[in-house]
Nanobody
Framework: QVHLVESGGGLVQAGGSLRLSCAAS????????MGWFRQAPGKEREFVAA????????YYADSVKGRFTISRNNAKNTVYLQMNSLKPEDTAVYYC?????????????????WGQGTQVTVSS
């Protein structure tokens, strides 16, 4: 089993920044991709960003492109999401997810393990 634990969420004013972390533990794989998704109240969960095993390939939702940056530290089994210029519409529970294999995915069905989520609230 794989355990994913997110941290770094909180309350921030519009225009501010937060850095989310997701630490993986338990069963290990030779390679895995990681993704971030979010779910706002009353809405479906949506893709935010993903990163492949090497860290060289990343992909972002149009809504966060240029504001969010995904990165990873394989030695620490941790993925990060740096969120800048936050907007009230970024308010959501943010989930990290792990996909076996080196290549990233942008849909939920591509991921095998999920964290419990961390709340991000952006006030106007």
């Amino acid at each position: 089993q794989v355990h994913l634990v997110e941290s770094g969420g909180g309350l921030v004013q519009a225009g501010g920044s937060l850095r989310l972390s997701c630490a993986a533990s338990g069963r290990t794989f030779s390679s895995y991709a990681m993704g971030w998704f979010r779910q706002a109240p009353g809405k479906e969960r949506e893709f935010v960003a993903a990163i492949g095993w090497s860290g060289g390939d990343t992909y972002y939702a149009d809504s966060v492109k240029g504001r969010f940056t995904i990165s990873r530290n394989n030695a620490k089994n941790t993925v990060y999401l740096q969120m800048n210029s936050l907007k009230p519409e970024d308010t959501a529970v943010y989930y990290c997810a792990l996909k076996r294999g080196p290549f990233l995915a942008t849909t939920e069905i591509g991921y095998d393990y999920w964290g419990q989520g961390t709340q991000v609230t952006v006030s106007s």
